[in-house]
C-alpha cells in the first residue's frame, strides 16, 4: 500500500521554516540567511521512498502588515497552504511572540486537519523561555501535538518524520520519485544568486532585488558537463543599481563568483555565471512586473 500527503509548513518571518524543510529532505531547497523575508515563493520538497511521498511546502513567512504588493502576493502564497494541507506545521521560535487573535491563529483553529506546534531553536534557550511558551500555547490553541526542535542542529527531527509519516494515507504519488522539487533548476539558480545578494549588500538594497535567469544553457567543456548562465538582476532604483555594481564592478564582480560556487556546488559540475543589472522603478508594487517575475 502506498501512502501520500501534502505537509505543509507556516509561520512568521525567520523562524526557521526553510531551514526545517531542507533538514527533513536532507536536500537544500530554501536559500536561508538570517534575514527576515528569505523566502518569496511557495516551494514544494518532494520525499520519496518505495512506498512513500511526502510533498513538504515551504512558504513566505506571515507578514502582518504587507508594505507593498509584492508582500500581499507572498502572503497569499503563505495562505494558501491551508487550502491543501493534509497537517499544517506551525513553526515558531523561543523569541516569537503572538496575541492570539493573529489572522493565521484563527485559520488555524478553523483548521481540521492535524496540527504540530514546533517550536524551533531550543538550542537557544538559556532559562525557561521554552516552559513558559508552551504554557501559554496550552491556552491559546489546542495542537494534536507539539515537538521541540532545533532544525539547525537537527535535533527532535527524526521524532517528527516519524509523527508525519504516522499521519499519512493512502494515496498515489503525486510527483515523479526521481523529482526533488515542483521548481525548475532556474528558479533555484536565481534564489542562489538572491541568496548571495541577501548576503552581501546591506538594509534595504537585497529587499529590492528580484533575480531572473534569462539563459540556462548546458554544454560540455574538456568532454564534461558544463552550463553557461546569463540573468539579470532588477532593482527599484537607479542608486541600488550602482551599489549592486560596486566601485569599478567590484560588488558584481564578488557576487558572480560567490554564486558561481554556489551553483556548481547545486548543479554538481563547472558554471559560466554572467549578471546584468537593470532598474525597473517601484516593480514591488506593479501588478505587472510582479506577474513577470512570478508572483
Keep these: 500500500m502506498h501512502k501520500s500527503g501534502f505537509i505543509n509548513i507556516i509561520g512568521k518571518p525567520n523562524v526557521g521554516k526553510s531551514t526545517l524543510m531542507n533538514s527533513l529532505l536532507g536536500e537544500k531547497m530554501s536559500i536561508i540567511t538570517s534575514k527576515p523575508q528569505t523566502t518569496r515563493h511557495r516551494i514544494l520538497g518532494i520525499y520519496n521512498d518505495d512506498d512513500t511521498q511526502i510533498v513538504f511546502s515551504d512558504t513566505p513567512g506571515l507578514i502582518e502588515d504587507p508594505s507593498y504588493g509584492m508582500h500581499e502576493s507572498m502572503n497569499r502564497f503563505a495562505y494558501s497552504s491551508f487550502e ?64 521541540e526542535i532545533s532544525a539547525l542542529n537537527k535535533i527532535g527531527l527524526e521524532e517528527l518524520m516519524t509523527s508525519i509519516l504516522s499521519e499519512l494515507k493512502e494515496g498515489p504519488a503525486y510527483y515523479p520519485k526521481d523529482q526533488l522539487s515542483d521548481k525548475s533548476v532556474r528558479f533555484f539558480v536565481s534564489e542562489i544568486v538572491r541568496e548571495c545578494i541577501l548576503t552581501q549588500y546591506k538594509q534595504e538594497v537585497p529587499y529590492s532585488c528580484e533575480v531572473i535567469i534569462d539563459e540556462y544553457k548546458d554544454s560540455e567543456k574538456n568532454g564534461k558537463p558544463f552550463a553557461h548562465i546569463y540573468g539579470t538582476i532588477y532593482v527599484s532604483r537607479k542608486t541600488q543599481k550602482g551599489i549592486i555594481i560596486g566601485k569599478a564592478g567590484s560588488a558584481i564582480k564578488k557576487l558572480g563568483t560567490d554564486s558561481r560556487m554556489k551553483i556548481e556546488e547545486f548543479v554538481g559540475h563547472p558554471v559560466f555565471v554572467q549578471m546584468n543589472v537593470k532598474v525597473r522603478e517601484g516593480w514591488r508594487d506593479d501588478d505587472r512586473q510582479l506577474k513577470h517575475f512570478g508572483y
Design 84 to 147: 491543501d494541507a493534509d497537517v499544517l506545521l506551525f513553526v515558531m521560535d523561543l523569541f516569537e511572540d503572538y496575541e492570539g487573535d493573529e489572522k493565521v491563529i484563527q485559520l488555524l483553529r478553523k483548521s481540521d486537519v492535524p496540527k504540530y506546534l514546533i517550536i524551533n531553536k531550543i538550542d537557544l534557550d538559556k532559562g525557561d523561555k521554552l516552559t513558559t511558551l508552551k504554557s501559554k500555547w496550552a491556552d491559546i490553541l489546542s495542537f494534536d501535538k507539539v515537538f
